[in-house]
């Protein structure tokens, strides 16, 4: 009798255990949504229309990972702080916030491959005296928390030993200050600083130099341990850039200038 | 100075970030008070020795950062434990603790300031425990924590701004996103602040003149 | 049970940086609670005035400083005046952000312990010979002080909670700060946030239990 219960058990927890582990991927197509963080104050690849409807590179790109996988797209804004967070307490299955694929965050969340390679330029107030990067030395600088250019910025004030560095907790807060005169430069990506710029929204800024940094790679992020849609979102950036659709986006959203190369050259990946 | 580009699409965006406020402090503040009569009436019931444990839980609501309160709980019940709930059920659940710890001192204050004489009184004309409470304290004890307890509503309605950090859009981030678009930070803080201010003022204004109504000067 | 590798180690790490933050906090905290006493005494003169644009001034500071959110307030400070051209430091931001608020509920807090004390107290004082002033600062102002202690406590703790809200100004030196540049850089969140509740915790204990004894020596007959 004894010995009949416990096969019993010895059979349901191996059938409890059996069913293999679903991964996010097929999660994602059974559910039939493809939810993404994407930050909203990054023009142009994430910014709000007139009807404060999300727009931008990276609200497309959204758009084609889910058309790929067969579900409708759905945009979660974040703000650049919080779109690891975001990721890893489950609230976004992907992140498509051109996040910088530096190896301290690839300790907590998975990497695809390149989808687009920023430069950076730092743009200065214009009332402030500043001829190359190197003019930031002394002065009061921000950027927005827990971005590549702040850990950068932030490193540089250190050495320095001078000057004030201010994490804002978004990008718009960043520029609203520069404007404002309360930050004297700040360093951003080429892109953004020339849709600020341009836009006419924050006046007194100017664009003064590049910024000694490495191309900065960004690209889609999600769980570490979920190698099916890494795997698959890799093969999405490959078709992205392979039918076309890379460089026609690019076209619509950037414009002037060639497309990055998204490859290292000498290195296989 | 009136010349803006504000339209009435963002009146109407702004308008459902402060119907998001609206909703969080009524929810919050509803489950808050229920818990915090039930937590009021058991401390006083069991005497402060053996309600050591639970004042000591519902203080540290009181001690820590509400800031801190919601990403810790955030970053626990979606990392730590894996569930996958919305910011907005984390806001609200956090808000309704933060919201239960004060009023159950609120509360035990209300029961206590009920004279012990009329207590008895009533059980002695064989009212129950229960018939008590209900019939004798209730009405009595409410009348005193009213104006503490409109004040704590209030609170926990500006206190809702706090809950950007878990992707609520309430009021205040409403505003931040029309001012990333339209760059008239002033005009649209000020807006954003006589919100607030034209709902509690009215509400303040009308707990005060309750507790000088029902003082007993 | 738990799906999360816990790495108490690399938080633990940044212990020191996060209590040099805890002193900023509390550095904060008291300046704040000094100016707002300040404000608080000078608007409470206003309104015993007796002049009506004075009191008028009083209450505006009252009802907005108790009616619209802190974080509002801050905000306000910063970036609303930046559209001024007037900059504030993040650490300036905060503190004057802070301070307007405690003024206004110390005020309040001040208008409720003056009902308690009655007005043949300043009448006694005034047929001694000393002026509205003088009668006020010592005889008056003593005994507001005793009555609005344990408020005046609360405030502080609730001056230490604020301290919190620099994030949106750019505040990284104080204790909310710090963990939150920290979280940015290792996404520790869980690991750090509980470390600096704890300390705030401990703060918030050790200021109302040396209030408690500062008035058990102060306040005895």
């Known amino acids: ?269 | 100075m009136f010349d803006t580009a504000l339209t009435a699409n963002d009146l109407i965006f702004l308008a459902k970030g402060a119907g998001m406020t609206l909703i969080v402090t009524a929810i919050s503040v509803f489950f808050g008070t229920v818990l915090g009569i039930v937590f009021g009436v058991i401390r006083y019931q069991i005497g402060p020795w053996w309600a050591a444990p639970m004042t000591f839980v519902l203080d540290i609501f009181r001690s820590i950062p509400l800031l801190i309160q919601l990403v810790l709980a955030n970053a626990f019940v979606t990392t730590v434990l894996g569930w996958r709930i919305s910011g907005f059920t984390v806001a609200c659940g956090v808000l309704s603790l933060y919201t239960a710890a004060y009023c159950a001192e609120i509360v035990r204050g209300g029961i206590e300031s009920v004279p012990p004489t009329l207590r008895r009184a009533a059980r002695s004309l064989g009212m129950t425990w229960g018939q008590d409470m209900f019939n004798i304290v209730l009405p009595l004890a409410t009348r005193v924590v009213l104006p503490s307890w409109i004040g704590l509503a209030l609170g926990v309605m500006k206190d809702s701004a706090l809950v950007y950090v878990v992707q609520v859009v309430e009021l205040l981030k409403s505003t931040q996103i029309l001012i990333t678009r339209l760059q008239e930070p002033l005009f649209l803080l000020m807006i954003c602040g006589l919100f607030y201010f034209v709902i509690s003022f009215p509400i303040a204004r009308f707990g005060g003149y309750l507790e000088k109504r029902w003082s007993n000067d | 049970m738990f799906d999360y590798n816990f790495r108490w180690n690399q938080a633990l790490n940044s212990l020191p940086q996060m209590l040099e933050g805890a002193l900023v906090t509390i550095e904060i905290a008291v300046l704040s609670m000094v100016i707002g006493i300040s404000i608080a005494m000078v608007l409470t003169l206003f309104r015993l005035s007796g002049y009506r644009i004075l009191s008028a001034i009083t209450a505006t500071w009252v009802e907005v400083a108790r009616n619209t959110p802190a974080l509002f307030q801050i905000y306000m400070v910063h970036f609303g005046l930046g559209g001024f051209g007037i900059h504030l430091s993040p650490y300036l931001s905060l503190l004057i952000g802070i301070a307007f608020n405690n003024a206004g509920y110390l005020t309040e807090n001040f208008r409720g312990a003056l009902k308690a004390i009655p007005e043949t107290q300043t009448r006694s004082a005034r047929s001694l010979g000393m002026t509205p002033l003088q009668a006020f600062r010592n005889v008056v102002m003593p005994q507001m002080l005793r009555i609005s202690f344990l408020p005046m406590t609360n405030q502080m703790v609730w001056a230490i909670l604020m301290t919190s809200l620099g994030a949106v100004v750019a505040m990284n030196t104080d204790l909310y700060g710090v963990t939150s540049d920290l979280n940015a850089r290792t996404f520790r969140t869980f690991e750090l946030f509980a470390i600096a509740a704890v300390i705030f915790y401990l703060i918030t204990k050790a200021v109302t239990l040396s209030a408690r004894l500062i008035a058990a020596r102060l306040f005895r007959y």
């Open chain 1, 1 to 269: 009798m004894k010995s009949s219960i416990f096969i019993a058990g010895l059979l349901t927890a191996s059938a409890a255990a059996m069913p293999a582990q679903a991964d996010k991927l097929d999660d994602i197509i059974a559910s039939g949504t493809l939810r993404c963080a994407v930050v909203l104050d990054f023009p142009p690849m994430g910014s709000r229309d007139a009807s404060n409807n999300p727009i931008g590179f990276d609200v497309d790109y959204c758009s084609d990972l889910a058309a790929a996988l067969g579900v409708t797209p759905e945009v979660v804004e974040t703000t650049f702080p919080e779109r690891i967070p975001a990721l890893m307490s489950g609230r976004v299955d992907v992140a498509v916030a051109s996040t910088s694929d530096t190896l301290e965050r690839a300790k907590t969340v998975g990497f695809s491959i390149p989808y687009y390679a920023f430069e950076n330029a730092v743009v200065a107030n214009e009332k402030v005296e500043m001829a190359d990067w190197e003019g930031m030395k002394g002065k009061t600088v921000g950027a927005t928390a827990g971005t590549y250019e702040a850990i950068w910025l932030e490193d540089k004030v250190k050495e320095w030993g001078e000057g004030e560095f201010r994490p804002y907790q978004s990008q718009a807060d960043v520029f609203l200050a520069l404007s404002q005169g309360q930050i004297d430069a700040t360093v951003a990506t080429v892109e953004v600083s020339e849709a600020n710029v341009n836009s006419g929204n924050f006046p007194g800024i100017r664009i003064v130099d590049k910024a000694p940094m490495v191309p900065d790679y960004v690209a889609l992020i999600t769980l570490r341990e979920e190698y099916g849609l890494i795997n698959y979102m890799n093969l999405f950036v490959n078709q992205q850039v392979r039918t076309g659709r890379y460089a026609e986006l690019y076209e619509k959203w950037v414009g002037e200038g060639v497309p990055a190369d998204l490859t290292v050259s000498g290195v296989y990946r």
